[in-house]
T-cell receptor, first 115, second 112 residues
Framework: AQSVTQPDIHITVSEGASLELRCNYSYGATPYLFWYVQSPGQGLQLLLKYFSGDTLVQGIKGFEAEFKRSQSSFNLRKPSVHWSDAAEYFCAVGPNSGGYQKVTFGTGTKLQVIP | DAGVTQSPTHLIKTRGQQVTLRCSPKSGHDTVSWYQQALGQGPQFIFQYYEEEERQRGNFPDRFSGHQFPNYSSELNVNALLLGDSALYLC???????????FGPGTRLTVL
């Protein structure tokens, strides 16, 4: 069964500081990996995704993530955080196969940005 | 081009009642998935519809049922509501065989 672990429930960073959100996954084959962001009371917005190829993936809003198969990790990074980045971030894993798209989400990491 | 839309935005029901939530997929998409997001949790997969059939189901009881219409829109029905059904219900659309889902804004269900 596929699963996702986000070990950090809550992270606080200063505006302008760098950010890394951790994600570990469990999946029997090469998975599809995603990072989503959710602002309070809102739906999910896709930040970036990994399907294959280059293990360093660029996303929107200056985010990037690196797929490390040996560590079963897909950590999200941003070099300089802006106050508008305060939100909840979800890592997710899905099957690398056509059709069925049951996506499993982690429990999320809530990011607080302080001035 | 409208994205995924859901209605209603908010809903309040009492225990034992039944509720129907609606979702219209992004233009061109043919597959709809439903997720439940309880407060402080990540979304959990309920089920997925394609060609008007349930194709995959998560670990949810039979009180949760759905339907997909010929125009690809979908409904989620929950019978005999429990307090624990209070959550944000998210709809996601995609292409069958595709690898990316687009999420709607969700319906906030409160069960009193």
């Amino acid at each position: 069964a596929q699963s996702v672990t986000q070990p950090d429930i809550h992270i606080t960073v200063s505006e302008g500081a760098s950010l890394e959100l951790r994600c570990n996954y469990s999946y029997g084959a090469t998975p599809y990996l995603f990072w989503y962001v959710q602002s309070p009371g809102q739906g999910l917005q896709l930040l970036l995704k990994y399907f294959s190829g280059d293990t360093l993936v660029q996303g929107i809003k200056g985010f990037e993530a690196e797929f490390k198969r040996s560590q079963s990790s897909f950590n999200l990074r941003k070099p300089s955080v802006h106050w508008s980045d305060a939100a909840e971030y979800f890592c997710a894993v899905g099957p690398n196969s056509g059709g069925y798209q049951k996506v499993t989400f982690g429990t999320g990491t809530k990011l607080q940005v302080i001035p | 081009d409208a994205g995924v839309t859901q209605s209603p935005t908010h809903l309040i029901k009492t225990r034992g009642q039944q509720v129907t939530l609606r979702c219209s997929p992004k233009s061109g998409h043919d597959t709809v998935s439903w997720y439940q997001q309880a407060l402080g949790q990540g979304p959990q997969f309920i089920f997925q519809y394609y060609e008007e059939e349930e194709r995959q189901r998560g670990n949810f009881p039979d009180r949760f049922s759905g339907h997909q219409f010929p125009n690809y829109s979908s409904e989620l029905n929950v019978n005999a509501l429990l307090l624990g059904d209070s959550a944000l219900y998210l709809c996601a659309s995609s292409l069958w065989g595709g690898n990316e889902q687009f999420f709607g804004p969700g319906t906030r269900l409160t069960v009193l």
